[in-house]
């Protein structure tokens, strides 16, 4: 068996549920511990919540909540310590309490790390040099380290003994159908709704011009904003959706938007599922130049790259075309079907599962 952790409620969460789908798919047993914001999940034998009232994005606002999550961790891994050998930590909020039990009872941990933290939270001064320090142990006593993508190796200061990568491609299960295109241009965005995404400047646009129709999903601190903004006709704001709603949403849409600032370090090598989305469902991304996710999209010419400003942004609207999305949408497909159709389930089938059997 094998206990997989994680700081959201784990549904919706496409790379935690990649992990339990085929879990199940192959019939090996696992437990998540998850932390219930909400209060809405009901436990069972082998889901776990923290249930803490708590809000997205509120960095130093939620570290006595984080702590608390910690404890709850540790707690549930030892009560349940004989019914597990692998341990699979998501992001350093999660991590520790699993290094503790490396410690105390030799389980394996796999420490899967989807934002290096000091660079995702812009920490510094005292505070970093701690970080670092605990970042050390926990990719010392990991036995696998995993990120999710080849360039994101320069994070990486201390040397694992095994380090994976598995892009951020989720585990699509059937081919999205029945797009059809929009009589006015179509945005969509679902996930994570905080600030540095430009998402500000994409729902003032929708709100000031009604050029075009947004359709967003997801949880964070936008929100309240969001909220506001439903009496819109042309924004359709839908809350958190599952995976699967999510993937219909955004197939609805002509474009998906994926901007990083780069006022965050972490996000000039933002990962975001949204590139593989994109790729996946054969629609162009518009995302930020200067970032990884930037550099892709340009040199397969699977999107739309440009800088953070709002007149940025506007320029690109009125510049987009059916022809444009059109040439977009057929290179993404052909770049999916070549490269990363089946690179999530060889992955999984020929490492993870194998390391997880070895040690049971």
């Known amino acids: 068996m094998i206990a997989l952790l994680r700081s959201t409620d784990g549904n919706p969460d496409s790379r935690l549920e990649k992990y339990v789908d085929y879990l199940e798919e192959v019939n ?13 999940k009901i436990e069972t034998t082998n889901k776990f919540y923290f249930k803490r009232p708590s809000e997205y994005g509120k960095r130093y606002g939620n570290v006595l909540g984080l702590i608390g999550f910690n404890r709850y961790i540790f707690k549930v891994l030892w009560e349940n310590r004989k019914r ?57 006593l990991s036995e696998v380290v995993m990120i999710c993508e080849e360039e994101r190796r320069r994070q990486i200061i201390y040397k694992p003994k095994q380090l994976w990568i598995l892009p951020n491609i989720p585990n699509f299960k059937d081919e999205m159908t029945g797009y059809k295109k929009n009589e006015r241009l179509t945005i969509g965005y679902v996930g994570i709704l905080g600030s540095g995404r430009g998402l500000e400047n994409l729902i003032r646009y929708a709100k000031e011009t009604g050029k075009i129709n947004l359709k967003i999903g997801g949880f964070g601190e936008l929100e309240t904003l969001l909220q506001d903004y439903k009496s819109y006709p042309n924004i359709e704001y839908y809350g958190s959706v599952p995976y699967v709603k999510a993937l219909q949403i955004l197939n609805s849409t002509d474009v998906i938007y994926a901007m990083y600032e780069k ?18 469902l054969k629609k162009p991304i518009i995302t930020t130049v200067g970032t990884i996710v930037g550099e892709k999209t340009a040199k397969y010419n699977t999107g739309f790259v440009i800088a953070e400003t709002y007149d940025d942004l506007m320029n690109l609207i ?9 040439e977009k949408s057929i290179n993404a497909a052909n770049l999916w079907e070549a490269k990363y159709k089946n690179y999530v389930s060889d992955f999984l089938s020929n490492i993870y599962r194998p390391f997880i059997e070895q040690n049971q």
Not at 28 to 40: A, E, H, K, S, V
Not at 107 to 131: A, E, M, Q, T
Not at 318 to 326: K, V, Y
């Open 318 to 326: 009125g510049s987009i075309d059916d022809t444009l999305i059109a």
């Open 84 to 140: 597990y050998n692998v341990i699979h930590a998501c992001d350093f909020d999660t991590v520790i309490p699993a290094v503790l039990m490396h410690i105390l009872t030799r389980k394996k941990v796999i420490y899967d790390i989807f934002d290096w933290y000091v660079d995702s939270r812009n920490v510094k001064g005292l505070f970093k040099h701690i970080i670092h320090f605990l970042e050390f142990f926990n990719i010392k």
């Open 28 to 40: 090996i047993p696992y437990l998540t511990i998850c932390w219930d914001r909400l209060g809405n």
């Open 263 to 280: 006022v965050n370090k972490n996000h000039i090598l933002a990962a975001p599922n949204k590139y593989y989305e994109g790729l996946y």
